[in-house]
């Protein structure tokens, strides 16, 4: 499973999370599948604002072949 596969399955459970201990350990873990991801200069990064992953976006960053 891919890392953009990963993020999709854990923010498609957040709204089933039963406690906030929950939530916030899933959301931790988006955070830091996230940052692995754009660290590996795709084509397209996740957008990061105030601790928050919102989607990809275009990376302005990425080598062009």
Same mark, same amino acid.
């Given at each position: /499973?891919?890392?953009?596969? #990963?993020?999709? %399955? *854990? ?5 089933? =999370?039963?406690? !906030?201990?929950? +939530? !916030?350990? /899933?959301?931790? #873990?988006? /955070?830091?599948? =996230?940052? /692995? @991801?754009?660290? #590996? $200069? @795709?084509? &397209?990064? +996740?957008?990061? +604002? !105030?601790?928050?992953? +919102?989607? *990809? &976006? $275009? !990376?302005?960053? @990425? *080598?062009? %072949?």
């Amino acid at each position: /499973m891919t890392i953009v596969e #990963q993020i999709k %399955d *854990l923010k498609s459970r957040l709204s089933s =999370a039963r406690s !906030n201990s929950e +939530y !916030n350990k /899933m959301e931790k #873990q988006i /955070m830091k599948l =996230a940052k /692995m @991801h754009n660290k #590996q $200069n @795709h084509r &397209e990064r +996740y957008f990061i +604002y !105030n601790g928050t992953v +919102y989607g *990809l &976006e $275009n !990376n302005p960053n @990425h *080598l062009m %072949d």
